[in-house]
Each structure stands twice: as structure tokens, then as C-alpha cells.
T-cell receptor, first 112, second 112 residues
Framework: KQEVTQIPAALSVPEGENLVLNCSFT??????LQWFRQDPGKGLTSLLL?????REQTSGRLNASLDKSSGRSTLYIAASQPGDSATYLC???????????FGKGITLSVRP | NAGVTQTPKFQVLKTGQSMTLQCAQD?????MSWYRQDPGMGLRLIHY???????DQGEVPNGYNVSRSTTEDFPLRLLSAAPSQTSVYFC???????????FGDGTRLSIL
């Protein structure tokens, strides 16, 4: 059974810092990995999707990397801003259906 | 551009009552899913559909029914509500398997 772990559960940083959010998964036979952002009281917004054959994806100040063999992904946020405060979840797609397995998320607070 | 629309946003039920959570998407997506999000548990897949007329069970299907008569709609029915079903329910859709999932804003359900 696939398990996805995100540690730590919460993180507080001052504005302007570059930061890395970690995600690990137990079964390396994944199809892809997605990073999501969730604001309080809202649904999930897809940030980046990395296919299993890819090493990284970039969107603006966000860069996600994937090391499938070691079961790890990182989300790099450059020059963090208070507006980046949210919960970040990673999810892996496994199997011949739309079964996403989610981590519990990292709640990020960026202090002005 | 509505995306994925969930109704109602909030609902309070008494134990034993039944209700239907509505989900509609206007993106002509084939894949639709229902998740529940509980503190400390992350998101868990309840049921999913790969197209009209086709549904299957996810990780936690007990107590819930789904049907998919049209591409646009994927309602989730609680047959006899129990306090353990108190949760936030999210509907998601994607254009095809392996593509980014689009989430609704959720239905916050409390069962007394």
C-alpha cells in the first residue's frame, strides 16, 4: 500500500527566504506526482505535476523535483512571500485508475 | 469559468438522515472523484468514475453511493448518516487519467 509522508507538519519562515518542502513515498512505481496548494476553507489547487519520467518541473518561483528511485520529491519556493502562506500537499498517482494517494500536508506560514 | 462546483457548501444532518452532495463540472472531464478530508488523516478517496455509467470504489466507500449518468454530474449519496461521516468532502475532475485534478471548494458536513 502506497504511503506518502510530509515532514514537518508545519513551518514558519520570514519573508524572502528560499525554502524546500519535502515529500516521500513508499512505492516507487508511480505514474506521476502532483503538488497542491490549499488555502483555509478552500479546495486544492494544482501547482505542479511531474511525470514519472521527468526529474523536475518549474512554474514561476516554484520548482518541484522528483527522485523516483529514492521515493522523494521536493518543492522549492524561491523568495517566499506572505501570500505563499497555505498548506502544501503532495500526491502520487499509482495504478491503472485515478487513485491519488495524498500526504497530510505542510502548513506554511511566511512572516512579513 | 465555473470549473468544479459543489453544493451545498455547508450542511448539518442528524444521525440516520440521508442526503446527496452535488458535484458538477463544465470542463467535459471524463474522470471524477470524491474525497473526504479529516484532520490528521489527509484526503482519502471514497469513489471515482472514469466516465458516464462507470464507477468504482476507492479507499473508504462504506456508507456512500455514487452514480454517473452524465459526464457533467457525479453526486455522492449518504445512505444513513453517522457521526463518523462528519468531514469535508471534495469533488475533483480531470480530463484523463494522469492529468492534473481540479478540485471544488468542498462541502463541510456535520452529523449530530
Amino acid at each position: 500500500k502506497q504511503e506518502v509522508t510530509q515532514i514537518p507538519a508545519a513551518l514558519s519562515v520570514p519573508e524572502g527566504e528560499n525554502l524546500v518542502l519535502n515529500c516521500s513515498f513508499t512505492d516507487s512505481a508511480i505514474y506521476n506526482l502532483q503538488w497542491f496548494r490549499q488555502d483555509p476553507g478552500k479546495g486544492l489547487t494544482s501547482l505542479l505535476l511531474i511525470q514519472s519520467s521527468q526529474r523536475e518541473q518549474t512554474s514561476g518561483r516554484l520548482n518541484a523535483s522528483l527522485d523516483k528511485s529514492s521515493g522523494r520529491s521536493t518543492l522549492y519556493i524561491a523568495a517566499s512571500q506572505p501570500g505563499d502562506s497555505a498548506t502544501y500537499l503532495c500526491a502520487v498517482l499509482t495504478g491503472a485508475n485515478s487513485k491519488l494517494t495524498f500526504g497530510k500536508g505542510i502548513t506554511l506560514s511566511v512572516r512579513p | 469559468n465555473a470549473g468544479v462546483t459543489q453544493t451545498p457548501k455547508f450542511q448539518v444532518l442528524k444521525t440516520g438522515q440521508s442526503m446527496t452532495l452535488q458535484c458538477a463540472q463544465d470542463m467535459n472531464h471524463e474522470y471524477m472523484s470524491w474525497y473526504r478530508q479529516d484532520p490528521g488523516m489527509g484526503l482519502r478517496l471514497i469513489h471515482y468514475s472514469v466516465g458516464a455509467g462507470i464507477t468504482d470504489q476507492g479507499e473508504v466507500p462504506n456508507g456512500y453511493n455514487v452514480s454517473r449518468s452524465t459526464t457533467e454530474d457525479f453526486p455522492l449519496r449518504l445512505l444513513s448518516a453517522a457521526p463518523s461521516q462528519t468531514s469535508v468532502y471534495f469533488c475533483a475532475s480531470s480530463s484523463a487519467w494522469g492529468q492534473p485534478q481540479h478540485f471544488g471548494d468542498g462541502t463541510r458536513l456535520s452529523i449530530l
